[in-house]
């Protein structure tokens, strides 16, 4: 069983920048995918950004130039570095990996951007 722990989630102001992080457990060897969503209230989760297995980053039009998606496979851990953040980008953001068995998501991790 996957089990995925994000961290990093915090109040800033304009401007600053955040880093999260979302660590796994259990077996991730047959990784699929993985990536971070965000959700606002009262709108659906929306895909911040996401790397398929063999094939590039994809990342939000809004953010694109100010975060960047990385992992490191020897912690099993995921990172989502977020620079020049903005009102707009204050939600709860969660991870998910994906696996040929299911996807697993984590708790989320609320970031808030505000002055």
């Known amino acids: 069983q996957v089990q995925l722990v994000e961290s990093g989630g915090a109040l800033v102001q304009p401007g600053e920048s955040l880093r999260l992080s979302c660590a796994a457990s259990g077996d991730i060897s047959k990784l699929t995918d993985m990536g971070w969503y965000r959700r606002v209230p009262g709108k659906e989760r929306e895909l911040v950004a996401g790397?398929?297995?063999?094939?590039?980053?994809v990342y939000a039009d809004s953010v694109k130039g100010r975060f960047t998606l990385y992992g490191d496979s020897a912690e099993k851990t995921i990172y989502l570095q977020m620079n020049n953040l903005k009102p707009e980008d204050t939600a709860v953001y969660y991870c998910?990996?994906?696996?040929?068995?299911?996807?697993?998501w984590g708790q989320g991790t609320q970031v808030t951007v505000s002055s």
């Open positions: 790397i398929v297995a063999k094939s590039g980053a």
């Open positions: 998910k990996i994906g696996t040929p068995k299911s996807d697993y």
